[in-house]
């Protein structure tokens, strides 16, 4: 695959995962109570509907980045606190259901589809389909603001050490940027996008196990 072929991939890919990501967001929070992400327009999977450029551009080039944030008012929640913390973990959530689709359709072609550019391209395509929504899943449970695991904190802190923590979220996420352009998060991003890949590797054995099915079962047709 060319260079050129590389980034658009990742460029398309990129659509799919942020606006789910988004948009798992706004669901969690409209089930909750919450309509106000609903009503700001993002309960969609349009990616015009959640597009910030330079988080897109970082996403595409490094494969960390961001959208425009979700409004939420924790007012409307029966249990604010729970309500944040099921809302912002419902992003990565959306993440991990697609990536687990996308290994077993990735799985299905392998097995299934006739070998050609078509087929070839759409392989190279789910997995980084795979790759994009893990790595983003992982990277936003850190429990550090703005990122999503850092809402889950509110749940286990005092109110006001929270928001107290919150309110240096821009520089704590400028911080947060240089580290992981610098590598120094790699290996534990790494170690545990691995673990999720094995997991979803494991957890999409039944579409192995058909086409094993259809293999013999189609060699003892043949016999």
């Known amino acids: 695959m060319t260079m050129g072929i590389y980034y658009l991939t990742r460029l398309l890919v990129a659509l799919v995962a942020i606006p789910c990501h988004e948009a798992g967001h706004a669901l969690a929070s409209w089930?909750?109570?919450?309509?106000?992400?609903?009503?700001?327009?993002?309960?969609?999977?349009?990616?015009?509907?959640?597009?910030d450029l330079l988080g897109t551009i970082c996403m595409v080039v490094a494969g960390?980045?961001?959208a425009k944030p979700v409004p939420t008012d924790a007012r409307r929640f029966k249990h604010p606190k729970a309500g944040m913390a099921i809302t912002a973990l419902a992003g990565p959530a959306a993440n991990l259901i697609l990536a687990y689709l996308s290994m077993a359709v990735w799985k299905a072609v392998?097995?299934?589809?006739?070998?050609?550019d078509l087929t070839l391209y759409a392989t190279y395509?789910?997995?980084?389909?795979?790759?994009m929504n893990v790595g983003l899943a992982v990277f936003n449970l850190i429990p550090v603001p703005p990122l999503d695991g850092s809402r889950v904190l509110l749940v286990f802190l005092p109110q006001r050490l929270y928001f107290g923590v919150m309110r240096y979220e821009k520089v704590i996420l400028a911080i947060l940027l240089a580290v992981v352009w610098y590598g120094?998060?790699?290996?534990?991003?790494?170690?545990?996008?691995?673990?999720?890949?094995?997991?979803?590797y494991e957890g999409?054995?039944?579409?192995?196990?058909?086409a094993y099915t259809a293999y013999y079962s189609l060699i003892g047709t043949k016999v």
């Open 31 to 51: 089930l909750l109570g919450d309509p106000t992400a609903r009503q700001h327009g993002r309960l969609s999977l349009n990616p015009l509907r959640h597009f």
């Open 64 to 66: 960390v980045g961001w």
């Open 110 to 116: 392998y097995y299934w589809a006739p070998e050609n």
């Open 125 to 131: 395509f789910l997995r980084y389909m795979v790759l």
């Open 184 to 200: 120094a998060l790699n290996g534990p991003i790494a170690l545990m996008s691995n673990a999720v890949w094995g997991l979803l």
């Open 204 to 210: 999409t054995g039944w579409v192995d196990q058909l």
